[in-house]
């Protein structure tokens, strides 16, 4: 059996993280592929390292006017890392890399090699305590010359160099350009490169572990102590990560989801709790009706009236273009048969929302238009929808009975999810009556 298992960057802040960690990795021989985040917080007023690195390159690039304090903050970044060494007593010096960053900082490299130097380093450490091999992302996780990820070079040149590699550990988050430039994934990528690394060495699962037990079916912030998800399905995870569920980097899902490897959330302050497994389809009956609930604020909705809407063909094509033309994308298109509503993202429209209007009346002279802002979007998800009569009816039932008004409501064909929209300063209310018709009281 062969795991990879990523470590997020709380589980690493510290010596005594990275012995849970050795100590998770070592219980079972499966844990070959070690994919380790930069260090996070130790406490909660701490720094992370990769902010440090930023800030520190940020000194960089001014040059001799700050060059007393990139030296400082390049120190503390170094004494970082020393701690986890001297805490860890491994016979291990930096000192040969961090003149490489400092070189490569007054070059004035880019951002992105300055970012990824913490999973670099941390990756180095790892290694030597575990006494595995030591890949640099840099040499496998291939990046176009735009800064596209390759995934077919990528694959092809991984799958040939962990071939004969028993053990390893690959840093996360970056990858190196054809000229060899480092570019990084998005805020969380290691994520990404823990799916790629498990891909590419036919895994029979990829363990992410971070400081939480998995999926919780709601926000904890909204509801107090939310039941955990169990099984989610990779369908269903992608439906709530896009509606702010962050557990894990949305993009993460698809390297695996390709081979048909689970992936499993595990909490390294709590190793013995089992976590969320994510999966491509399952047999087992969800143990509530719905699966989780998301949502996010801030989105404006941009109603178009028009008297035989119906009977005009391209009408919806012609609105639509105004809004491709400006460079918005659309969230959620409720219709009637006079009536469309456009849902975006407030912050993307508000600059543009003039050239929309005068662009929708131009495409379509319509008979009323209207806009609203502060709304916000929550999306019911389940397979369990599917085969249970009345969801909807419960979901209204619920809101009505929390003197929630709903502004939207919609309904993939899948069944899997329930969009709902309602004003902004409704949101925590909605979230709460519709966990508790589902979750508490199970009507």
Known sequence: MKKVVKFGGSSLASAEQFKKVGNIIRKEESRRYVIPSAPGKRTPDDTKVTDMLYSCYGQAILGEDAERDFEEQLEAIKERYNSIIRGLNLDLSLDE????????????????????????????????????????AAEVIVFDENGNFDGDKTHKILSERLENTERAVIPGFYGAKPDGSIQTFSRGGSDITGSIVAKAVHADMYENWTDVSGFLIADPRIIKNPKPIDVITYRELRELSYMGATVLHEDAIFPVRKEGIPINIRNTNAPEDKGTLIVEDTCRKPRFTITGIAGKKDFASITIEKAMMNSEVGFCRKVLEVFENNNISIEHMPSGIDTMTIFVHRDEFEEKEQDVIAGIHRAVEPDFLELESDLAL???????????????????AALAHANVNVKMIDQGSSELNIIIGVRSHDFDAAINAIYDIFVKTMI
């Open 97 to 136: 890399e961090f003149k490489t960053i400092r070189t490569n900082f007054s070059k004035k490299i880019g951002r992105d090699y300055a970012a990824s130097r913490g999973e670099y380093l941390n990756g180095i450490i790892m290694a030597a305590y575990l006494g595995y091999e030591f890949i640099d």
């Open 378 to 396: 929550i999306a019911v998800v389940g397979r369990g929808m599917r085969a249970t009569r009345g969801t909807s009816g419960r979901i209204f």
